[in-house]
């Protein structure tokens, strides 16, 4: 499997020893074709370029806002565009994701962020209005248009899963 994985489907730099992350090899796709379509849906369509670029001015924010390697960034959203754009952003921020299904209970989401170390949440500007605000997360609406700078160089990004009972390092 890793054989495949690795070598022949290319996934992997060089010898396939090592490979690379996510977000890298996304960056590599949206420059070798920026003008073609990564996602077409309801909202609308996307090309790889308008999306890398959408996914970097977020990550910067989330830089700013102290996301980084070591940091758990939550994302409440819907499948959507905007959910693409956070995982490539928090994964360019270097941070590592925590995803919660848009269908969580407001008050379990609001005891997960009162008790994990999730310093930042982007949600869904819908579900945003379910939210009270009695957590400690900065919480960002997604599906905005804020041009913000680029990000500094991403280390070993992840996804991280929180189960209930069980505590966070």
């Known amino acids: 499997e890793r054989f495949q994985l690795c070598v022949e489907w290319g996934w992997a730099g060089g010898d396939g020893d090592e490979l690379e992350c996510l977000h890298r090899l996304f960056e590599a796709w949206a420059a070798r074709t920026p003008e073609a379509l990564a996602i ?5 369509e996307i090309t790889y370029g308008e999306l890398d670029r959408r996914a970097s001015r977020l990550a910067g924010r989330l830089q700013r806002l102290g996301a980084g390697p070591d940091t758990l960034v939550g994302i409440w959203a819907a499948p959507s565009e905007d959910r693409i754009t956070a995982i490539l952003a928090v994964l360019k921020a270097g941070a590592a ?14 005891t997960i962020l009162q008790t994990a170390p999730i310093p930042v949440l982007l949600a869904d500007e819908e ?7 009695d957590h400690p997360a900065v919480v960002v609406g997604l599906g905005g248009t804020e041009e913000t700078d680029e990000t500094d160089e991403p280390a070993e990004p992840a996804v991280a899963g929180l189960a209930s009972g069980v505590e966070a390092d």
């Open 40 to 44: 077409v849906s309801a909202q609308g």
């Open 97 to 110: 994701y925590v995803p919660f299904d848009p269908d969580y209970p407001v008050p379990r989401l609001a």
């Open 127 to 133: 579900l945003l209005r379910r939210l009270s605000a």
